[in-house]
């Protein structure tokens, strides 16, 4: 059986907003939202791999599921975990969205104006998150040598401006 959490249940969350904290990814100062993150469905791991940090569903979606309703703070500035929403303007998100893996064949698209993860193709229960950073970001602030092993492995991911892509 296949758990979801409903607006209902959210809040529900929110009017005990002690129990909802404990399963946030996201500080208390951030406002509660329907369809954020919470632990009971993704879990952030920690890998000894060059990897670092990923998320992993601990439920299923169906493509073209809402995965995800993520948060973070707008920055003039690029970070390690911000993806970029407008020319100079940045979504900084090391709670949740910072950590989704790159793939050149991901199962999850962010999209930039809302910040809402959908899925893109059906996903199973602990995979990892995954997007492609070509597609959020001009310039990554930090380029990396592809290694995701698709077929359409693009090689050099630098961000969709990136001439070699």
């Known amino acids: ?3 979801r959490i409903s607006v209902n249940d959210y809040a529900e969350l929110r009017r005990n907003y002690d129990e909802l904290k404990q399963f946030r990814f996201y500080p208390d100062a ?6 954020e993150p919470l632990k009971h469905y993704f879990q952030l791991l920690s ?5 670092g940090k990923a998320i992993i569903t601990l439920i299923t979606f169906q493509k073209d599921d809402l995965v995800a309703q ?3 703070i707008m920055l003039p500035f690029q970070t390690l975990h911000s993806l970029q929403h407008e020319e100079t303007l940045f979504f900084h998100d090391d709670w949740y969205a910072g950590f989704l893996l790159h793939s050149c064949e991901p199962n999850c698209k962010l999209d930039m104006n809302d910040f809402t993860l959908h899925a893109v193709r059906d996903i199973k229960v602990y995979e ?8 959020t970001e001009k310039k990554l602030y930090q380029g990396f040598n592809c290694l995701c092993g698709s077929a359409n492995c693009k090689g050099w991911i630098g961000g969709y401006d990136y001439k070699e892509n």
């Open 1 to 3: 059986m296949q758990l």
């Open 70 to 72: 993520c948060s973070g």
């Open 30 to 35: 951030f406002p509660v939202m329907d369809h």
């Open 47 to 51: 890998s000894p791999e060059e990897i």
């Open 128 to 135: 990892l998150l995954t997007v492609d950073y070509n597609a």
